[in-house]
T-cell receptor, first 115, second 114 residues
Framework: EAGVAQSPRYKIIEKRQSVAFWCNPI?????LYWYQQILGQGPKLLIQ????????DSQLPKDRFSAERLKGVDSTLKIQPAKLEDSAVYLC?????????????FGPGTRLTVL | KQEVTQIPAALSVPEGENLVLNCSFT??????LQWFRQDPGKGLTSLLL?????REQTSGRLNASLDKSSGRSTLYIAASQPGDSATYLC?????????????FGQGTILTVHP
C-alpha cells in the first residue's frame, strides 16, 4: 500500500512570495490533516478535513494560509504572502475513518525556507 | 488549552541500556495518547496508541503506560539499539466535541551509541 505522498520535498522562497504544497493521502482515507512543524518543536495542526469538508482550522492563519481538498482526495496548502516565521516542515497525514478510531499516517513533509 | 511536555529534551545512552521517556499533559480529558517516532528528514511513524481506558500497550521492546488522572505517560525502551536513535514524540487526542485534535509535545531526541 502506497503511503502519503507530498511534493515538493524542499522549497526555498523569499518573503512576500507565495508557495503551494501538495498532498496525496492513502487511498480510501477520508480524513486529511496538515501540520506545521517548526524546528525543535512538535507538529501543530493547521487544518483537518473530513472528506472535502473542513473539521478544524482554528490554528490556520487565515490571512495568509489557505487549504482545499478537491473531491475529497488530494489537498493543497497555500501561503500568500510568506513570512520569515513560516519557515518550517509542513506535514500531511491521513487516517481511514474518523480521528477517534484510527492512527494517522504521515507523509515525509515539505521543508520550507523563507529568506 | 492542552499543553504537552516531554522530558528530557535529549538523551544519549550506550547500546543495551533500558530507558524511559516521559510525557505530561495538562488536560486529562483525552481520548487517547500516541507515541510517534520521527527520523531526520522523514515523517512520523506511529509506535503505540493507548486508549484513555487503557493503562498500557506493548510492542516488541516498547512499552507505553498511561496515567490519565495524573496527566502522565511513559515510553519504556528495553535493550536499546543504535537503530532506535530518533526523535520520539507523544501526542494526546482530545475527547469530547473537539473532534480529536492531536496536540504534540516537543519531542525527545534519543541517541543510542554503540
Amino acid at each position: 500500500e502506497a503511503g502519503v505522498a507530498q511534493s515538493p520535498r524542499y522549497k526555498i522562497i523569499e518573503k512576500r512570495q507565495s508557495v503551494a504544497f501538495w498532498c496525496n493521502p492513502i487511498s480510501g482515507h477520508a480524513t486529511l490533516y496538515w501540520y506545521q512543524q517548526i524546528l525543535g518543536q512538535g507538529p501543530k495542526l493547521l487544518i483537518q478535513f473530513q472528506n472535502n469538508g473542513v473539521v478544524d482550522d482554528s490554528q490556520l492563519p487565515k490571512d495568509r494560509f489557505s487549504a482545499e481538498r478537491l473531491k475529497g482526495v488530494d489537498s493543497t496548502l497555500k501561503i500568500q504572502p510568506a513570512k520569515l516565521e513560516d519557515s518550517a516542515v509542513y506535514l500531511c497525514a491521513s487516517s481511514l475513518m474518523g480521528p477517534h478510531t484510527d492512527t494517522q499516517y504521515f507523509g515525509p513533509g515539505t521543508r520550507l525556507t523563507v529568506l | 488549552k492542552q499543553e504537552v511536555t516531554q522530558i528530557p529534551a535529549a538523551l544519549s545512552v550506550p547500546e543495551g541500556e533500558n530507558l524511559v521517556l516521559n510525557c505530561s499533559f495538562t488536560d486529562s480529558a483525552i481520548y487517547n495518547l500516541q507515541w510517534f517516532r520521527q527520523d531526520p528528514g522523514k515523517g512520523l511513524t506511529s509506535l503505540l496508541l493507548i486508549q484513555s481506558s487503557q493503562r498500557e500497550q506493548t510492542s516488541g521492546r516498547l512499552n507505553a503506560s498511561l496515567d490519565k488522572s495524573s496527566g502522565r505517560s511513559t515510553l519504556y525502551i528495553a535493550a536499546s539499539q543504535p537503530g532506535d536513535s530518533a526523535t520520539y514524540l507523544c501526542a494526546v487526542r482530545a475527547g469530547g466535541t473537539s473532534y480529536g485534535k492531536l496536540t504534540f509535545g516537543q519531542g525527545t531526541i534519543l541517541t543510542v551509541h554503540p
